[in-house]
């Protein structure tokens, strides 16, 4: 009998571990995520089917997670621990599942190459995004779309007009990584047509903006080899040591300018600064919003119980009889929803992963990063695995420095 169960164990651990399982899981759960920033958010159907199937993959994950440790003989490092003790108590105390959920990812797919990782979500992402916008566009599914200051704008088949620019953005971002060198002229042309297609239905004009960045990156990275200037400023950041030290610095001073030009805006608004208010107008009022929400909320430690009121899908094109109050800036939705605490390890995070970049030469993978501390400029999802997946490469950079100060200690000791 114990051989029998044993036989049973051994044959689901080796299924649940499996290259394959992991990666219908994660497209499978990018399908789920993608969807529910849709018109389908609001089909009763699809919103139980997609909670049933979220459990199950949360439970695979950590399935996954454990029998990853169990089979390596492996102790949690004290960075999943000190993550999902900090998880848990801003779930218990103000019902956020957030960070518990991204940990699940983060170590529950801590086996599969990264770039494995990267090519399944690009081309989940870009599936779904395509099925969506034609499907809309052919009227299989609602178009909706809002007149707002002579603004006419489209949803394209998602909740809101800014979410398929977000969208082709992240996938803009994946296909930089995952492309590289090889991208081609025809995929490039598609990517501009795409871009000014959607401006032309959504007006998102930030998004526009990103996204036309991205491509001008990936133009740069198909033609660097044919540039002769190119392997010179490649040897002066590669081979420079004082260079390669003020890089250093700047992947630690990154996400604190970035916070620091958040916050100095914010205040310059409240003083009634020309400029200021200016941004806040290409900004779509986010300054406003965030500014009001600092002096409502204060700055939290765990987060605080607040109720977000957004427009999108239903409630924006016929009645919006509520007031608006919602966070389209990451730093500061992060620090409402999971706390400062959260926020400063984050961003410490972010640093290593930016450090991991510059000492492996990986600059496709930094401009991937830095475009996205950008993106979280004016978006709030930085730390949902479905949106930004480089959430992983930070967390997994995190990991090599504890590890590897870990083994500098022991060798000192010794």
Known sequence: ?????????????????????????LSLYMVIMHLEFSYFQYVDLFELIAKAVRYLLYLVMLVRMILIYVRNKEMPSVLMLGMFLL????????????????????????????????NIVYHTHFA????????????????WSIDNANRLRYFLGYRFAT?????????????????REKIKAS???????????LYSYTDSRTGMFLSMIVIACMLYLKLRNKLPVHQRIADFFMNNKVVRRILYAL???????????????????????????????????????SSRALSRY?????????????????????????????????????????????????????????????????????AAMILILMWAMIEPNLLAIEMNIFTIYIFRASEEKLHMSKRRTIYETV
């Open 87 to 118: 998880g848990i108590v801003i779930t218990v105390l103000r019902g956020d599942r957030g960070i518990v959920i991204l940990l699940l990812f983060v170590y529950g797919l801590k086996d599969i190459d990264f770039n494995k990782i990267l």
């Open 1 to 25: 009998m114990m051989k029998f169960i044993r036989k049973i164990y051994d044959k689901s651990a080796e299924l649940i571990l499996n290259e394959w399982t992991a990666a219908a899981a």
């Open 187 to 197: 995929e490039l042309m598609m990517d501009t047509v795409i871009a000014v297609l």
């Open 298 to 366: 204060g700055v939290p430690l765990l987060g605080k119980n607040i109720t977000w009121y957004g427009w999108g899908g239903y409630g924006y094109v016929s009645q919006p009889d509520f007031e608006y109050n919602y966070i389209d800036i990451s730093y500061l939705s992060i620090l409402y929803n999971k706390g400062l605490i959260m926020l400063v390890l984050y961003m410490c995070m972010i640093s290593l992963g930016l450090e991991k970049t510059v000492k492996e030469n990986d600059f496709p993978m930094l």
């Open 128 to 143: 779904v995004f395509i099925s969506l916008v034609c499907a809309s566009l052919l009227g299989i599914i609602p178009n």
């Open 251 to 289: 992947c630690w001073l990154t996400p604190v300018m970035i916070y620091g030009i958040i916050i100095l805006v914010i205040i310059k608004y409240n003083e009634g600064s020309a400029f200021a208010i200016k941004i806040n107008s290409v900004l779509s009022s986010r300054i406003y919003y």
């Open 163 to 179: 979410i398929p620019t977000t969208y082709f953005f992240i996938i803009l971002v994946l296909q930089m990584v995952v492309r």
